[in-house]
């Protein structure tokens, strides 16, 4: 059964670095998201991206946060410059032409 | 703005004994509603979900929802609770917006379900 794969699975960086997480989607789906997920707390939508371009985006994705689709099969998120609270659990999902998202198992960030 | 609520952010049951997690919804319009597991160290797995079908929903594992619009609400049931059922629970909307959504979820805080033998 097709899945979503999200690497590396655990990520520590220094405050300040940059970071990129990535993630290969389900190959026929066109709908890309990022959550996360800090301890203790909900699961939050950072952004969905569609046709190329981001789609939706939440208040949690300012100026730091970018997503790319460099190929055609990888979706990646970079945080530019990492803070204390960008520790948390991040995931990535996809959809295809139904309403049901498919996620991976996550890349746990810890910012030191 | 749409927003989910888990009551019960601990539920405990004995194995063979009925599962209900509950989840109600706040939206103008009624949502698409899902329902994820997490198991520990894993990601999401969706269990089920509702897209204004039938309002009774059967997924895996056994478990099955129903949506009642009335009492906006979509609860999660199974009738016996197996030891493989421990895990956190997701109850999750996203708009029902026809070709025009990009299907944000909006997620529970989640329900964390302990199953003692």
């Known amino acids: 059964e097709p899945e979503v794969t999200q690497t590396p699975s655990h990520q520590v960086t220094q405050m300040g670095q940059e970071v990129i997480l990535r993630c290969v989607p389900i190959?026929?789906?066109?709908?890309f998201y990022w959550y996360r997920q800090i301890l203790g707390q909900k699961v939050e939508f950072l952004v969905s991206?569609?046709?190329?371009?981001?789609?939706?985006k939440s208040e949690i994705f300012d100026d730091q946060f970018s997503v790319e689709r460099p190929d055609g099969s990888n979706f990646t998120l970079k945080i530019r410059s990492t803070k204390l609270e960008d520790s948390a659990m991040y995931f990535c999902?996809?959809?295809?032409?139904?309403?049901?998202?498919?996620f991976g198992p996550g890349t746990r960030l810890t910012v030191t | 703005a749409q927003s989910v609520t888990q009551l019960g952010s601990h539920v405990s049951v004995s194995e063979g004994a009925l599962v209900l997690l509950r989840c109600n919804y706040s939206s103008s319009v009624p949502p698409y509603l899902f329902w994820y597991v997490q198991y520990p160290n894993q990601g999401l797995q969706l269990l089920l979900k509702y897209t204004s079908a039938a309002t009774l929903v059967k997924g895996i594992n056994g478990f099955e929802a129903e949506f009642k619009k009335s009492e906006t609400s979509f609860h999660l049931t199974k009738p016996s609770a197996h030891m493989s059922d421990a895990a956190e629970y997701f109850c999750a909307v996203t708009p029902n917006a026809g070709g025009t959504s990009y299907g944000k979820l909006t997620f529970g805080q989640g329900t964390i379900l302990t199953v003692h033998p």
């Open positions: 991206f569609y046709n190329n371009e981001i789609s939706e």
């Open positions: 190959s026929n789906h066109l709908y």
């Open positions: 999902a996809s959809k295809g032409q139904g309403y049901e998202q498919y």
